[in-house]
Protein backbone atom coordinates (compact mmCIF):
# COMPACT_ATOMS: atom_id res chain seq x y z
CA UNK A 1 0.00 0.00 0.00
CA UNK A 2 1.26 3.68 -1.05
CA UNK A 3 1.88 5.48 2.19
CA UNK A 4 -0.35 9.06 2.01
CA UNK A 5 2.16 11.04 3.96
CA UNK A 6 5.52 8.83 3.90
CA UNK A 7 8.84 9.83 6.15
CA UNK A 8 11.87 9.04 4.52
CA UNK A 9 13.50 6.73 7.12
CA UNK A 10 16.90 6.36 5.49
CA UNK A 11 17.48 10.06 5.15
CA UNK A 12 16.86 11.12 8.69
CA UNK A 13 18.88 7.86 9.71
CA UNK A 14 22.36 9.55 8.25
CA UNK A 15 21.55 13.10 9.98
CA UNK A 16 20.82 11.04 13.78
CA UNK A 17 24.25 8.60 13.12
CA UNK A 18 25.91 11.90 12.66
CA UNK A 19 23.86 13.38 15.91
CA UNK A 20 24.59 10.27 18.18
CA UNK A 21 27.50 11.02 20.97
CA UNK A 22 27.68 14.76 20.00
CA UNK A 23 26.15 16.93 22.40
CA UNK A 24 23.67 19.59 21.36
CA UNK A 25 24.80 23.54 22.84
CA UNK A 26 22.60 25.18 25.23
CA UNK A 27 22.35 29.05 24.72
CA UNK A 28 22.01 31.52 26.97
CA UNK A 29 18.01 33.52 26.75
CA UNK A 30 16.73 36.19 28.63
CA UNK A 31 16.52 35.89 32.54
CA UNK A 32 19.23 33.45 33.05
CA UNK A 33 17.79 30.12 31.28
CA UNK A 34 19.42 28.41 28.82
CA UNK A 35 17.54 26.31 25.91
CA UNK A 36 19.08 23.77 23.37
CA UNK A 37 20.14 25.04 20.06
CA UNK A 38 18.76 22.60 17.92
CA UNK A 39 20.34 21.82 14.19
CA UNK A 40 17.94 23.05 11.68
CA UNK A 41 18.06 19.26 10.59
CA UNK A 42 16.25 18.01 13.92
CA UNK A 43 13.05 20.73 13.43
CA UNK A 44 12.55 19.51 10.34
CA UNK A 45 12.93 16.04 11.04
CA UNK A 46 10.37 16.73 13.80
CA UNK A 47 8.32 18.51 11.32
CA UNK A 48 8.51 15.51 8.68
CA UNK A 49 7.71 12.90 11.15
CA UNK A 50 4.69 15.07 12.16
CA UNK A 51 2.87 15.49 8.96
CA UNK A 52 3.54 11.83 8.27
CA UNK A 53 1.21 8.94 8.39
CA UNK A 54 3.50 7.62 11.45
CA UNK A 55 2.40 10.41 14.15
CA UNK A 56 -0.25 9.34 16.30
CA UNK A 57 -2.18 12.04 16.72
CA UNK A 58 -3.70 10.31 19.90
CA UNK A 59 -0.54 9.13 21.55
CA UNK A 60 -1.82 9.56 24.74
CA UNK A 61 -4.65 6.98 24.80
CA UNK A 62 -2.24 4.54 23.02
CA UNK A 63 0.48 4.70 25.64
CA UNK A 64 -2.66 4.65 28.38
CA UNK A 65 -4.29 1.85 26.46
CA UNK A 66 -0.55 0.59 26.46
CA UNK A 67 -0.03 0.67 30.43
CA UNK A 68 2.77 3.47 29.71
CA UNK A 69 1.21 6.49 31.96
CA UNK A 70 4.72 7.19 32.44
CA UNK A 71 7.94 7.34 30.56
CA UNK A 72 11.32 7.02 31.62
CA UNK A 73 14.20 7.57 29.38
CA UNK A 74 15.27 4.27 29.99
CA UNK A 75 11.83 2.87 29.48
CA UNK A 76 12.09 4.77 25.65
CA UNK A 77 15.13 3.15 25.52
CA UNK A 78 14.35 -0.44 26.39
CA UNK A 79 11.04 0.25 24.18
CA UNK A 80 13.62 1.13 21.28
CA UNK A 81 15.78 -1.69 21.55
CA UNK A 82 12.98 -4.49 22.00
CA UNK A 83 9.41 -3.64 21.34
CA UNK A 84 7.73 -5.56 18.39
CA UNK A 85 4.28 -3.79 18.52
CA UNK A 86 4.04 -1.06 15.94
CA UNK A 87 1.55 0.88 17.75
CA UNK A 88 3.55 1.08 20.81
CA UNK A 89 6.84 2.32 18.87
CA UNK A 90 4.97 4.62 16.81
CA UNK A 91 3.13 6.63 20.26
CA UNK A 92 6.72 6.26 21.74
CA UNK A 93 8.08 8.04 18.94
CA UNK A 94 5.24 10.64 18.56
CA UNK A 95 5.49 11.59 22.51
CA UNK A 96 9.03 12.21 22.00
CA UNK A 97 8.43 14.17 18.63
CA UNK A 98 5.92 16.15 20.51
CA UNK A 99 7.67 15.94 23.88
CA UNK A 100 10.27 19.04 23.46
CA UNK A 101 7.13 21.39 23.91
CA UNK A 102 6.65 20.02 27.24
CA UNK A 103 10.54 19.40 28.41
CA UNK A 104 12.81 21.52 26.64
CA UNK A 105 16.02 19.16 25.77
CA UNK A 106 13.88 16.16 25.52
CA UNK A 107 15.18 16.09 22.01
CA UNK A 108 18.91 17.06 23.41
CA UNK A 109 18.61 13.81 25.21
CA UNK A 110 17.25 11.28 22.79
CA UNK A 111 19.65 12.46 19.89
CA UNK A 112 23.01 12.55 22.04
CA UNK A 113 22.51 9.19 23.33
CA UNK A 114 21.19 7.44 20.21
CA UNK A 115 17.58 6.67 21.51
CA UNK A 116 15.65 8.66 18.95
CA UNK A 117 17.59 6.72 15.98
CA UNK A 118 16.76 3.16 18.06
CA UNK A 119 13.18 3.93 17.57
CA UNK A 120 13.00 5.43 14.09
CA UNK A 121 14.95 1.97 13.01
CA UNK A 122 12.49 -0.06 15.25
CA UNK A 123 9.62 1.27 14.41
CA UNK A 124 10.30 1.48 10.40
CA UNK A 125 11.21 -2.71 11.27
CA UNK A 126 8.05 -3.25 13.03
CA UNK A 127 5.95 -1.61 9.76
CA UNK A 128 3.25 -3.55 8.69
CA UNK A 129 2.69 -4.06 5.26
CA UNK A 130 -0.93 -2.26 5.24
CA UNK A 131 -0.44 0.46 6.74
CA UNK A 132 -1.72 3.28 7.28
CA UNK A 133 -4.66 1.01 5.88
CA UNK A 134 -8.21 1.96 7.96
CA UNK A 135 -6.93 -0.35 10.93
CA UNK A 136 -4.60 2.34 11.88
Known sequence: MRK???????????????????????????????????DKRMVSLAQAFEWSDFYDQNFDRTLHQKEHDQLLEENVDLIARTSHDFRELRAVTSVVIHGEVRLEGLWAAMLEKGILRRLLQRLQSQTPDDFPGPNY
Open 4 to 38: QHPFDFEKWDKYLAEAENVSVDWVAGDHMTTYPNY
